[in-house]
């Protein structure tokens, strides 16, 4: 094997629910490491610097949510998965909220989880080697590269796939693009989020984007088709 090994971090306490994640990930050649509780996954993050982590919402100590925020307070680029047991649509808006990528309800296939960390290191790897990125408009700014927004003098830091979806929405400036469209070439085939995934980002990036998000002047909604972006 010739491509340097990725590291997973899991944070679970459920033993068997990290076994079956360690056995299957390594097996697909990642090297994995395990926390138990929320404060020692932060510092193993911290201290070993993972490609990516894969995080329990229900921990012993501090909950998902938490460690979410702590993780993304050092590192707002590394991709978490987070893994809810809880099938409410606002549990999930809201890890997505604390700066998590993506989640999967409980139970879930591991080989779903498997495939949708390959999308999310593989869109990391991509964005992180592009050239300097810049996008302006009237009110805002995006930076693709360091994935930042600066809209009305706040910055706030992008989740790579808020960064994907707002680069394939921009290239194609004017013209509507298909919820199908975005599925596949910011989520990877192989990975299968539903169309709510979609949109669930759409409404976090014009929190961040637009003067009036429910109001929106520049991610404008093709009803029954996905979404265009206007200047
Ligand atoms: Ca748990």
């Known amino acids: 094997m010739t491509a340097p090994q990725k590291t ?20 697909e050649g990642f090297a994995v490491l ?3 509780r929320g404060k020692e996954g932060v510092t193993l993050a911290r201290n070993e610097g993972p490609d990516a982590v894969i995080l329990d919402l229900m921990l012993p100590d ?16 590394v991709p978490i998965v987070m893994l809810t047991a809880r099938s409410q649509e606002s549990d999930k808006i809201r890890g997505l909220d604390a700066g998590a990528d993506d989640y999967v309800t409980k139970p879930f296939s591991v080989n779903e989880l498997i495939a949708r960390m390959r999308a999310i290191l593989r869109r ?10 810049l996008y302006s408009c ?18 706030h830091p992008l989740s ?3 960064v994907e979806l707002l680069r394939l929405l921009v290239e194609r400036v004017g013209q509507p693009v298909s919820r199908d469209d975005i599925l596949t070439k910011v989520w ?17 990036l014009r929190k961040k984007i637009e003067k009036a ?19």
Do not use: M
Request: proline content about 6%; hydrophobic content about 40%.
């Open 124 to 133: 990391a790897a991509r964005s992180s080697v592009a050239a300097p990125d």
């Open 8 to 27: 997973i971090l899991i944070i679970e306490d459920e033993p068997h629910i990290v076994l079956g994640l360690r056995d299957a990930l390594e097996f």
């Open 62 to 77: 501090i909950n998902g949510y938490a460690v979410c925020e702590e993780l993304r307070r050092y590192n707002p680029l």
């Open 160 to 162: 790579f796939y808020e």
């Open 188 to 204: 990877g085939l192989e990975a299968s989020p539903t169309n709510r995934t979609v949109d669930n980002f759409i409404v976090k």
């Open 138 to 155: 009237d009110t805002w700014s995006v930076n693709f590269s360091n994935h930042t927004l600066v809209a009305r003098g706040v910055e």
């Open 213 to 231: 998000p429910d109001k929106p002047q520049h991610i404008l909604t093709v009803y029954g088709f996905g979404y265009k972006f206007v200047a």
């Open 34 to 36: 395990s926390a138990t």
